[in-house]
């Protein structure tokens, strides 16, 4: 046993020590490279940082433990675990928690999360998470007087204020670094960002804004059909000179044509968002699926994916809904989002039709878990969820494997779109985000896209038209905004937010 700690100030900054030894190595890692180590001034500011975080983390836990008592330490222990897994991701993956990666675990599923599985996460539990969390409750501590209580806090607010001060020439550095460093500090990282994505969340409009009415300018039978890719960066597209053919049947097929083009974020859903809204506003605009159906559009929705905004149209089927109607050996793969599209598509009574097919091809980190086997062209891939456990070949072929595969599902999709020889059809690929493959020690996606690498923000954006259909301009580099008004363009939808600045057809005559 322990032996009993006199001093509730000092069990908390036993805790405080232990919580900076544990938890913060990749914070460590950061600042030491990111500042000179062989200068005064770098020495002072990683021996600040390190005091600071010490008396800081102490001065809330002992705040907390004289206020809340047992239930401080059971909040302890709970940050212990979570800090451990925390700690995982951003060993592993090179996440920073901040605001953005919050919003991506609360719009995780089960499909996905359990997908990041492995024996080290359950190691990492063990040895940072329960037996920390076992010491923890083995220590014992005396109450405290109020005025004991009061006086600890205010001298160490006293000198923590004091040692702030004093590295005032540091604070441009922290202030520039201040996303990183919050980020990888434990637990305020995932405490505070948790916090921020909620009120955000709160304060956003709950029900979308409708956009003002719009009118269909002809009748001729039109189809465009959206596919959003998932985590698919451009840079692997043979189409835009990736030395590997991962496109050999895209390649092949007359009109279609491929741009440049950057995501406004590197997660799911707030890529979908910008994919669907007319403009970057920051509020919840009545997206176009949603302004399409309202005005008089079939609109047909089908997803193995999820992080869209709320889709309020009839035909909307999730990949539950799809495989009830699917009856080969491929209705866990996402070409399940064509099965039976033509024959619905012709069973509309409406001349004007948007298709969106929503995506999962190319998710991490099980990549060779996203295409059949028959599409194993590039080996030997990676089969582990430690994506720096593989070899950069093995993990960027598992990769490359999913580029071939979605070839393939856009060229079959092509080609039933041909078939629809009453119809002008025009197809536009483009991604959510892209994707880190171990480049600079980052992998999948998440980073603020402030601070993103170009593979999570350069993404394809990849365009078919049926013959005798619209001409395609010769953009520069197309940002997912463009899609709203492409789609209204090629529709002939009549609309006063319309902007033919934006839309990648020329125009007609």
């Given at each position: ?120 996460l359950i190691v990492y539990i063990i040895l940072l998470g329960i037996i920390p969390s076992i010491l923890l409750f083995k220590i014992k501590t005396e109450k405290v007087k109020v005025k004991s209580f009061l006086t600890h806090a205010f ?355």
């Open positions: 046993m322990l032996k009993k700690i006199n001093k509730l100030s000092y069990f908390a900054l036993l805790i405080s020590i232990i919580n900076l030894v544990l938890y913060h190595l990749p914070f460590y890692k950061f600042v030491c490279n990111n500042i000179d180590l062989k200068s005064l001034n770098g020495i002072v500011l990683l021996v600040s940082l390190t005091v600071l975080a010490i008396f800081l983390n102490a001065l809330v836990f002992y705040i907390g433990l004289y206020l809340l008592r047992n239930v401080g330490k059971w909040i302890l222990v709970l940050f212990f675990n979570i800090n451990a897994i925390a700690l995982y991701f951003v060993n592993t993956y090179g996440v920073i928690i901040d605001k953005t990666m919050i919003g991506n675990v609360v719009n995780t599923n089960f499909e996905e999360s359990s997908s990041f599985f492995s024996f080290t001298l160490t607010l006293f000198c923590l204020l004091s040692l702030a001060y004093a590295n005032s020439p540091n604070w441009l550095w922290i202030d520039k670094n201040s996303k990183s460093l919050g980020g990888l500090a434990m637990p305020w990282s995932y405490v505070v960002n948790t916090t921020s994505f909620y009120n955000s969340k709160y304060k956003k409009n709950k029900a979308q804004i409708l956009l003002p009415n719009a009118t269909l300018k002809d009748n001729k039978k039109s189809i465009a059909v959206i596919v959003i890719g998932e985590s698919a960066r451009s840079e692997n597209f043979s189409l835009y000179g990736y030395e590997k053919n991962t496109n050999p049947l895209l390649s092949q097929i007359n009109n279609v044509h491929s741009y440049k083009a950057e995501s406004c974020a590197t997660y799911t859903t707030a890529g979908v968002k910008c994919i669907l809204e007319y403009k970057n506003t920051g509020k919840l605009f009545e997206i176009l699926p949603n302004y399409l159906f309202r005005n008089d559009v079939e609109v047909i929705w089908r997803t193995t994916n999820w992080g869209e905004p709320t889709v309020k149209i009839e035909n909307f089927q999730n990949k539950k809904d799809l495989k009830k109607l699917c009856n080969t050996d491929r209705c866990d793969y996402d070409e399940i989002l064509l099965n039976g599209l033509k024959e619905q598509i012709l069973a509309s009574k409406k001349n004007k039709i948007l298709v969106v097919l929503h995506t999962s091809t190319s998710h991490g980190p099980t990549y060779y878990k996203k295409y059949p086997p028959e599409f194993n062209k590039f080996t030997p891939v990676c089969k582990s969820v430690e994506l720096a456990n593989c070899s950069q070949n093995e993990l960027i072929n598992a990769y490359d494997n999913t580029i071939v595969y979605t070839d393939y599902i856009l060229a079959n999709l092509i080609g039933n779109l041909k078939e629809l020889k009453e119809y002008n059809s025009s197809m536009i690929y483009i991604s959510d985000h892209g994707e880190s493959l171990g480049e600079n020690n980052l992998y999948m996606h998440g980073i603020p896209a402030s601070m993103a690498p170009k593979e999570q923000l350069d993404i394809p954006f990849i365009v078919w038209n049926s013959d005798n259909s619209r001409q395609l301009k010769q953009n520069g580099i197309l940002s997912q905004h463009n899609i709203f008004h492409s789609v209204l363009d090629f529709l002939a939808i009549e609309s006063p937010i319309y902007d033919e600045n934006m839309s990648i057809y020329k125009k007609t005559n």
